[in-house]
């Protein structure tokens, strides 16, 4: 059975602090995909990254960045000095290879406080 | 390139009416996926359909609720008798390969 869980319910932060929101899943596939989206208060969905489980290198995005380590099947988000705009909630969500149905997490809500 | 459509965006409904939400996926796409998010909790998987077949139907509730997706116009899904249980967002999702690409959802209130 698939399922991702995101501990954190709700994190606060200053701004210009660092934030990471953790994810951790669980899969029998060996070839799936990791995501994270973030839903801000508008309520659509904004894909942020997709992350094949073959490749366990970080990556940057300007101020994100995600850290994929498979021996622990986490796959950690990092908002770098974090911005009220970022105040949302994200999902990270897991998928079998063939594409077929997402899994999320329950997702985190994410305040940043000017 | 459009991406995925749905409409409404926005749905109120008296409780016992039905409630038909359309989704157009993106341009090639011919995998369709509709997921339920409740108030303040995560998405979740509902059916999963190709043109013409339902292919995992494994997240729908057994009554009331059903989906389809012709071989032409969007996908189709419909709730008959609607209770206050149902107002959620209601996100379309497609896909060709890998990877699947959201639309904005529809927000479905139950009066």
């Given amino acids: ?114 | 390139n459009a991406g995925v459509m749905q409409n409404p965006r926005h749905l109120v409904r008296r409780r016992g009416q039905e409630a038909r939400l359309r989704c157009s996926p993106m341009k090639g796409h011919s995998h369709v996926y509709w997921y339920r998010q409740l108030p303040e909790e995560g998405l979740k998987f509902m059916v999963y359909l190709q043109k013409e077949n339902i292919i995992d139907e494994s997240g729908m509730p057994k009554e009331r609720f059903s989906a389809e997706f012709p071989k032409e116009g969007p996908s189709i899904l419909r709730i008959q008798q609607v209770v206050r249980g149902d107002s959620a967002a209601y996100f379309c999702a497609s896909s060709q390969n890998a990877g699947q690409y959201f639309g904005p959802g529809t927000r479905l209130t139950v009066t």
Avoid: H, M
């Fill in chain 1, 1 to 114: 059975a698939q399922k991702v869980t995101q501990a954190q319910t709700e994190i606060s932060v200053v701004e210009k602090e660092d934030v990471t929101l953790d994810c951790v899943y669980e899969t029998r596939d060996t070839t799936y995909y990791l995501f994270w989206y973030k839903q801000p208060p508008s309520g659509e969905l904004v894909f942020l990254i997709r992350r094949n489980s073959f490749d366990e290198q970080n990556e940057i995005s300007g101020r994100y960045s995600w850290n994929f380590q498979k021996s622990t099947s986490s796959f950690n988000f990092t908002i770098t000095a974090s911005q009220v705009v970022d105040s949302a909630v994200y999902f990270c969500a897991l998928s079998a290879a063939g594409g077929f149905k997402t899994i999320f997490g329950a997702g985190t809500r994410l305040f940043v406080k000017a």
